[in-house]
């Protein structure tokens, strides 16, 4: 495993702030496709950063178990460190789960809703059941407002790390010019 310093390398902040935009784009059009103009056609869109976060998400595992984080600070207590590497892998989880059980949702043979990747290519049906499928909408709508709850929970320690405590964790995902890997 590569050891980095006390910032997160160049490819971790990447896939964060890709996926972390990602995300964000997709809830708030997840929570209010139903009040936009219907000619805008959203959930098309909606899918298909869907599947690109659950590619994503996938590399960003994958970068993640080949490249350790920087560590916590020793100063920190413990039911903050607690917090954070739990919201962290809550996230993880999250990003790869609520994509596919959307695709489940869309894939329920009763009435399937095929989806294109960005119109560039149909995805595939995934073999699943009518009850699964069912169950995957349910999942995927609860799912939803877990990391959308998360999400705000995880901007707020952020700022709170950065503007109230004054100390070095937020700045550890920001990019900077002159950083090396």
Do not use: C
Request: charged letters at 15%; a positive charge.
């Amino acid at each position: 495993m590569i050891e980095r310093g006390d910032r997160y390398s160049r490819g971790a902040i990447a896939f964060h702030w890709t996926i972390a935009a990602l995300v964000i784009a997709n809830l708030l059009i997840g929570l209010f496709h139903e009040g936009a103009p219907r000619a805008w056609n959203l959930i098309p869109i909606h899918k298909s950063i869907g599947i690109l976060v659950l590619l994503l998400s996938i590399g960003r595992l994958g970068w993640r178990l080949t490249h350790r984080p920087p560590s916590l600070p020793s100063t920190m207590p413990t039911w903050e460190r607690l917090a954070a590497k739990s919201v962290h892998w809550l996230f993880y989880v999250l990003i790869i789960v609520l994509p596919l059980s959307g695709w489940a949702f869309g894939s329920n043979p009763a009435r399937p809703r095929p989806a294109t990747f960005f119109w560039l290519f149909d995805l595939p049906l995934l073999p699943v059941t009518t009850p699964i499928a069912q169950a995957a909408r349910e999942a995927h709508e609860l799912l939803g407002y877990l990391m959308a709850a998360l999400v705000v929970i995880h901007i707020a320690a952020a700022l709170r790390h950065q503007f109230l405590l004054r100390d070095t964790i937020a700045s550890r995902m920001l990019p900077r010019a002159k950083q090396r890997n």
